[in-house]
């Protein structure tokens, strides 16, 4: 297993008839390869972006150690820091989650209904990690890049014009 897992592109993605999103491949890859070859996926809330997080075994790994560190540093420069509270943001709203060889997987009905995903979803690859947008939130993020937005806002458009 690699120390650093990085994901990268994007997709837009349907739910299936059970509700089931699909994992894009290269980002099913990169989680199988984080997570020690599983199928074991896990997703989190990214509270400032408002979406959904999903990575694999090394980043949650990573996450924790980055505490660690912070920790370290904090008493070695005799600064408080609240190591338990800084687990607690980071790890404490982690859910695991598996998917199939088809890379179909459930969002939790927690995240769903946090970040306000019902039948679509887009996955954007932006390093340690990916992110799980509701189409709509992205595309009225002025902090996300035009491309992407413009990108997501298309593919929306197709899709109301398909179910005309």
């Known amino acids: ?76 420069a005799d600064r408080p820091f609240n190591g338990d509270l800084e687990r607690e943001l980071r790890l404490g709203m982690i859910e695991e989650a598996t998917f199939d060889e088809g890379g179909r997987f459930a969002l939790s009905a927690d995240i769903k209904e946090e970040i306000g995903i019902k039948d679509t979803a887009f996955f954007y690859g932006v390093g340690r990690y990916f992110q799980i947008w509701k189409p709509e939130a992205l595309v009225e993020s002025a902090d996300r890049p035009a491309l992407i937005r413009n990108k997501v806002r298309r593919w929306l458009d197709q899709r109301a014009a398909e179910k005309r």
Not at 6 to 17: Q, R
Not at 25 to 38: F, I
Not at 41 to 61: D, P, Q, V, W
């Open 1 to 76: 297993m690699s120390d650093i897992i990085l994901y990268t592109g994007n997709a837009c993605i349907a739910a299936d008839g059970k509700g089931r999103f699909v994992l894009p491949l290269e980002m099913r890859r990169q989680v199988k390869l984080s997570s020690a070859g599983e199928n074991k996926l896990y997703l989190s809330l990214h509270i400032e972006n408002g979406c959904a997080t999903g990575f694999g075994e090394s980043h949650r790994s990573f996450l924790f150690a980055e505490v660690e560190a912070l920790e370290r540093e904090a008493r070695a």
